[in-house]
């Protein structure tokens, strides 16, 4: 399925499909079992543009539009999610919000770093006591001088102990949404320490790690936007990344269907391929309805960014589309692959693996339902608002 590429945008889904069969494929399963992809692969998508993708070139950004980016999300996804989810979190998450919210000073400092890979960033808003509900965050930013004092603990961070910036998100004032502020905080500060979490079911060559903040001291120029507009950062954030974790899905759905589709053609029960059996026609047309159904509502939420046109319900939409859609694309596809399916010797349980995560972050399935039905009826069914 394809709708009309533009000469720029085809060439980018090329380029990015080239380096995937190259670079990634080949490794997934080996960093699937390290626990850890190689990290040389950050000098490679920043060396390819990939962590520059839609920020403008002024500030070491490679350009390009929301389309692009999700062409370029999903061959990755269709790689390996681990490495789509180093993109998505530090250009998506933090470069973008820095784009959007920073200063000249802090875009200077910053972005020409994150976009060439010398950098990463991370996103700091779950805690071990708010995930859906990030507005009630209990992390605190005290003012001293002209500084702030940071205290609290942050976890599930996604490049946590990769990172040289955490996007934070703490409260500086009352409770709720808008006493929340954003801060840079670069990860070598004296009083934050790090620790990686093991033992994911998937995403397992993903730093994912718990951050502690204990008493570390940032200048007030390390603040993201107006003291109090934290939340507004995270959660316009989040509407982005949500496009990019759909676009992360299709890949993950197209994958397990290109591999489905390859095996039952060669694979041999009762003298003919399992391909031209009904029921197994059944799982791969279920598998490439969806799979197209997803990519539609993903390029529709690029659209209406490019457009400048309010996106939000529709990212909702895509995000919890597609997340459902993998993890089911990637369960039929083990089913298609009978035994085979089952070990990691191919490419489709670590697709389900992956999957699963992906209706929990970024605000679960329940969250995008909520958002969905408070656009549709102008009712909000939760207190606070919605988390990662
Ligand atoms: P809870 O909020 O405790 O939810 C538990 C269950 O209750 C879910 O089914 C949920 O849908 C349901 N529920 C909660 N509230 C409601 C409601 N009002 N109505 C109906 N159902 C409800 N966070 C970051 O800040 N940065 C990151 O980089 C990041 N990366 C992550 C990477 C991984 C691998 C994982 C697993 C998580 C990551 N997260 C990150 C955290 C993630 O966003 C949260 O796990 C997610 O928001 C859900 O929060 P929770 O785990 O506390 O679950």
Redesign the pocket.
């Known amino acids: 399925m394809d709708l009309r590429l533009s000469p720029e945008q085809a060439a980018a889904r090329e380029l990015a499909r080239d380096f995937v069969d190259r670079d990634v494929v080949p490794y997934a399963t080996e960093w699937d079992r390290a626990e850890q992809v190689d990290r040389g692969i950050v000098g490679k998508l920043g060396d390819l543009g990939f962590l520059g993708l839609t920020v403008p070139e002024e500030y070491g950004g490679s350009g390009g539009d929301h389309l692009t980016y999700c062409l370029i999300m999903e061959e990755l996804g269709r790689g390996d999610s681990s490495v789509r989810g180093i993109v998505s979190?530090s250009l998506g998450?933090v470069a973008k919000s820095l784009g959007s919210y920073g200063t000249e000073q802090q875009k200077r400092d910053w972005l020409p770093r994150l976009c060439s890979g010398q950098a990463l960033g991370?996103?700091?808003?779950?805690e071990p006591g708010?995930?859906?509900?990030?507005a009630g965050l209990v992390t605190r930013a005290e003012p001293e001088g002209t500084d702030w004092l940071i205290t609290g603990q942050?976890?599930?961070?996604?490049?946590?102990t990769w990172a040289d910036v955490v996007l934070l998100f703490a409260r500086t004032d009352g409770p709720g949404p808008r006493g929340i502020t954003a801060f840079l905080v670069p990860t070598d500060s004296p009083g934050l320490t790090r620790r990686e979490i093991h033992g994911?079911l998937g995403?397992r060559g993903?730093a994912?790690a718990e951050l502690t903040f204990d008493g570390v001291r940032v200048p007030d120029s390390a603040r993201l936007g107006e003291r109090g507009q934290g939340f507004r950062i995270a959660m316009s954030a989040l509407d982005k990344g949500r496009m990019s974790v759909a676009a992360g899905c299709v890949g993950i759905a197209s994958g397990a269907l290109e591999a489905s589709l390859r095996y039952a053609g060669e694979r041999e029960q009762f003298g003919r391929p399992i391909a031209g059996y009904q029921l197994v026609q059944e799982m791969l047309a279920d598998m490439a309805v969806e799979t197209d159904a997803a990519r539609l509502l993903a390029w529709r939420v690029a659209d209406l960014i490019d457009r400048g046109e309010r996106f939000g319900t529709e990212a909702s939409m895509a995000k919890l589309f597609a997340s459902e859609a993998a993890v089911r694309a990637s369960n039929l596809a083990i089913q298609v692959f009978g035994g085979y399916g089952y070990i990691d010797e191919y490419p489709v349980s670590k697709y389900l693996r992956d999957a699963r995560?992906m209706t929990?972050?970024?605000?679960?399935?329940?969250?995008q339902k909520?958002l969905i039905g408070r656009a549709l009826t102008g009712v909000s069914?939760?207190s606070g608002d919605a988390?990662?």
Request: glycine share 14%.
């Open positions: 979190v998450l991370c996103f700091g808003l779950t708010t995930g859906s509900d990030a942050k976890t599930f961070i996604t490049n946590g994911k995403l993903q994912t995560v929990l972050y970024e605000g679960t399935s329940q969250i909520l069914a939760f988390g990662t």
